[in-house]
T-cell receptor, first 115, second 112 residues
């Protein structure tokens, strides 16, 4: 089944404890992206990647890191999480980076709570 | 920058009622427009899209028409069901990449 898989789905952690949210897609998509969803703010893009080894900041990149060493994986790293990073996170992918009409496939989401 | 504005607040309506969710956009180029739907506990999934002016996207009884003159992409359904209860997001992309700008979303609750 074609899908985007995120792990963990739920996580409660404490301020300052490094964590990684993994994202993997099995569709050979070039483009991958991370979003956070907060009440009243909708979805905001954190980072995106046009292809392997190509990443760029989205609208709210502060406090996050990403890497794209392989086409299928796009982990989101929180080096020192803070309570304002408590949110619902979505990874998404699409076939290529060159068409604005491509449809994103989303993962099921990762709910992160930072105490 | 490019942006999408959705009407404020949740929408509560009875089964078989007519649904409209307004979406207007601001873009410097010629955007592709999308409606995504998020069912409870799930990720977003595409509901419909339109890539040029006057295109109509449709799926599952929902429709939206790309109106360049009013910069709008309003979502409509003639007769909603309880299973349509979800959060609906309008979004756009512009240019040669897949950066999506999302609206804030509208919670739709359909009461039996």
């Amino acid at each position: 089944e074609a899908q985007v898989t995120q792990n963990p789905r739920y996580l409660i952690t404490v301020t300052g404890k490094k964590l990684t949210v993994t994202c993997s897609q099995n569709m050979n998509h070039e483009y991958m992206s991370w979003y956070r969803q907060d009440p009243g703010l909708g979805l905001r893009q954190i980072y995106y990647s046009m292809n392997v080894e190509v990443t760029d900041k989205g609208d709210v990149p502060e406090g996050y890191k990403v890497s794209r060493k392989e086409k299928r994986n796009f982990p989101l790293i929180l080096e020192s999480p803070s309570p304002n990073q408590t949110s619902l996170y979505f990874c998404a992918s699409s076939p290529n980076s060159r068409s604005g009409a491509n449809v994103l496939t989303f993962g099921a989401g990762s709910r992160l709570t930072v105490l | 920058g490019d942006s999408v504005t959705q009407m404020e607040g949740p929408v509560t309506l009875s089964e078989e009622a007519f649904l409209t969710i307004n979406c207007t956009y601001t873009a410097t180029g010629y955007p592709s427009l999308f409606w995504y739907v998020q069912y409870p506990g799930e990720g977003l999934q595409l509901l419909l899209k339109a890539t040029k002016a006057d295109d109509k996207g449709s799926n599952k009884g929902f429709e939206a028409t790309y109106r360049k003159e009013t910069t709008s992409f309003h979502l409509e359904k003639g007769s909603v069901q309880v299973s349509d209860s979800a959060v609906y997001f309008c979004a756009l992309t512009v240019g040669g990449n897949n950066r999506l700008a999302f609206g804030k979303g509208n919670q739709v609750v359909v009461i039996p």
